[in-house]
């Protein structure tokens, strides 16, 4: 739980502060965000590669830091992907990894496809595919928020994100 929630501060200071800086960001100040973004990713790799890798919990936070660099890291799309996936297959039954993993098929279909990232290191060929179009992302959104509804009925969360893939498509 510790490494959990340093890992989700590093990343939310990391885009706080490039968030309040702008393009104003001195190298220093750069070179800080960097080191919380690494951070960040260390600590989820140690609680999901390490620590307890058949903890759901720690999928997703890594699903959703990941989730966090799109347009940044290169390959954060597949990254967030896996992790989401990896989270399912753990907790089938937890509606809310398939709202965060609907989520990010969303954020995909309304991105910008050149802002791809190109810092860090892209996921290997094992890496599952992502959706290029939007489309199909707005399909896959639908389709696991659907998913979500069956598994847990009154859970609000699940309709109002279905709701916006509707106004979306």
């Known amino acids: 739980a510790y490494r959990r929630a340093y890992a989700n501060t590093n990343i939310t200071v990391a885009k706080l502060f490039a968030e309040q800086r702008g393009e104003s960001l001195t190298d220093t100040e750069r070179e800080d965000i960097i080191q919380l973004v690494q ?20 999928w997703q936070v890594r699903g959703r830091i990941y989730q966090s660099l799109l347009g940044v ?3 954060a799309d597949q990254w967030a992907l896996q992790a989401y996936q990896q989270a399912i297959l753990l907790a089938p039954n937890d509606p809310q990894l398939r709202v965060d993993l609907a989520g990010l ?5 309304v991105s910008d496809k050149s802002t791809d990232g ?3 290191q892209a996921p290997g060929e094992n890496a599952p595919n992502v959706p290029e179009t939007k489309a ?28 916006i893939v509707y106004q979306e498509a």
């Open 39 to 58: 951070q960040s990713i260390r600590e989820v790799q140690i609680i999901t590669q390490t620590l307890n890798p058949a903890n759901a919990l720690n």
């Open 73 to 75: 890291a290169r390959g």
């Open 105 to 109: 098929y969303l954020t995909l279909a």
């Open 118 to 120: 190109t810092q860090g």
């Open 136 to 163: 199909a992302n707005l399909l896959r959104a639908e389709a696991v928020l659907q998913n979500a509804i069956n598994l847990k009925p009154d859970y609000a969360n699940s309709h109002f994100n279905l709701a």
